[in-house]
């Protein structure tokens, strides 16, 4: 039986608290984990951008369980899913794509990019949500990406690049164009993740077989 997400009833500047202090919990994250800081500086020239929350099928699921955090990624896990009720989240994928039980427990925002709760020409900073048992079928695009894992774990595959188990803490780095997939197992992954380099409003795309 899965829990509701809380209804969103705070009135806006409530809201804007939330995504300030998920915002400061993210730059922590990044402030304390040097491969973070290596990838790419925190953005200086973030802004605050009143949007329209879109909820997906999978909140619920992230709700009910974002997988175990560590010591340090606690906080901000809890302030994801402070935020996770307000937040513009989007499926992107199709149904071809991905199949219909992906589109039921996943979903992703962009927390500061282009597009995002905070505006910021310099970065995409997104949180993705898989719950256990998932195949993320191979994808690709041209930014580098790094993912950090906030809670639970994933097994990470990349061509060219032995699969990996991560959990809390632990990161993987996509360069350009590097096709990469990712399976969970029986725990959900709650992933804060970094895009940098050309075509950051761009979305992924499936890699040919
Ligand atoms: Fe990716």
Same mark, same amino acid.
């Given at each position: 039986m899965l829990i509701d997400a809380?209804?969103? /009833? /705070?009135?806006s500047g409530d809201v804007r608290d939330l995504f300030v202090r998920a915002l400061a919990a993210a730059r922590d994250w990044h402030a304390g984990c040097p491969v973070q800081r290596e990838f790419a500086p925190w953005p200086e020239d973030l802004t605050y951008i009143p949007r329209e929350s879109a909820q997906v099928p999978g909140l619920a699921h992230l709700v009910n369980d974002p997988g175990a955090a560590s010591d340090r990624s606690r906080a901000l896990k809890d302030a994801i899913l402070a935020i996770a009720p307000f937040a513009e989240w989007? /499926?992107?994928?199709t149904e071809d794509e991905v199949g219909a039980d992906f589109l039921q427990r996943f979903g992703w925002f962009e927390l500061?990019?282009?597009?995002?709760h905070f505006l910021t020409t310099q970065a995409r900073i997104t949180v993705g949500f898989w719950g256990a048992n998932l195949y993320y079928p191979r994808h690709q695009h041209e930014p580098e990406e790094l993912y950090t894992v906030v809670s639970g774990t994933g097994l990470f595959h990349a061509d060219g690049a032995p699969d990996r188990l991560l959990g809390p803490g632990e990161t993987r780095l996509h360069v350009a164009n590097q096709p990469h997939a990712m399976t969970t197992t029986d725990t959900p992954i709650l992933t804060l993740v970094y895009w940098r380099g050309a075509g950051l409003a761009d979305p992924p795309r499936m890699t040919a077989a």
């Open positions: 809380p209804s969103p /009833l /705070l009135d989007r /499926l992107t994928y500061a990019g282009p597009e995002g």
